[in-house]
Structures are given as C-alpha cells and as structure tokens.
C-alpha cells in the first residue's frame, strides 16, 4: 500500500471519495433539503461492513436497497485488516448511479462507481 496515491491525486465531481459517514455523520452534506411532500427519499448515504475472500480477491457487501456487489480489490487484504464501505447515490433529485468508497482499517482503498452514471 506504500504505492497508493489516493491523497495525491486531483478530485474532480465524479471521483470524490465518499464521506465515511461513521465518523462525519450523516449530516455532512446535508444542506437544506426541499420540502417533498409524500416523498421518503432521494439519497441514499450508508456505511456498511465488508468481508474479503482471498481466493478471488474479491470485497463483497450489501447495500440496503440496492443489493450485493464485490468488487476485485487493487491490493491483498492482510486477514486482520478492517473493510469498510460508505457509498451514496449520484445525482441531485433523481439517483443517476451509486458511488462507494471502500475503506480498510479507516485509511481510502479506493472508490468506484457500481452502476449508473457519477
């Protein structure tokens, strides 16, 4: 992991990582929401814990509404590491994809849009 640039690099609007919602809060890009009336949500914003499978070198999870998705990791996971992921939907209104950040022991692995567009 000494060869991870995560930091270093330029962000733009779709490569932002997201929030770990566990230490900011929720409320971190909140902002003041329109009033909607009937309508339960727009955003999904959520930390979720990961597991890792070292044959496949795959991180898999569950996002609440959206399902299940593994990911191929960019670096092996040592057996004590801590994986987590925060993902939030994309767009203003109307989700127009899913973004996730996947953690391992509270420092970014990386970030990667699961569907749609960021």
């Given at each position: 992991?000494?060869?991870?640039?995560?930091?270093?690099?330029?962000?733009?609007?779709?490569?932002?990582?997201?929030?770990?919602?566990?230490?900011?809060?929720?409320?971190?890009?909140?902002?003041?929401?329109?009033?909607?009336?009937?309508?339960?949500?727009?955003?999904?914003?959520?930390?979720?814990?990961?597991?890792?499978?070292?044959?496949?070198?795959?991180?898999?999870?569950?996002?609440?509404?959206?399902?299940?998705y593994c990911l191929t990791s960019p670096v092996s996971i040592p057996v004590s590491g801590q994986l987590k992921v925060c993902a939030e939907t994309c767009g203003s209104f109307i989700p127009t994809g899913l973004k996730a950040t996947v953690y391992l022991n509270g420092a970014v692995l990386f970030t990667a849009t699961l569907f749609g567009a960021c």
């Open positions: 992991m000494s060869d991870c640039t995560c930091k270093d690099q330029n962000k733009s609007a779709s490569s932002e990582h997201v929030a770990d919602y566990s230490v900011v809060g929720f409320a971190a890009k909140a902002g003041s929401p329109p009033h909607l009336e009937g309508v339960l949500a727009l955003r999904l914003s959520v930390c979720v814990g990961a597991s890792y499978n070292q044959a496949t070198n795959k991180i898999c999870f569950t996002i609440p509404v959206y399902g299940d």
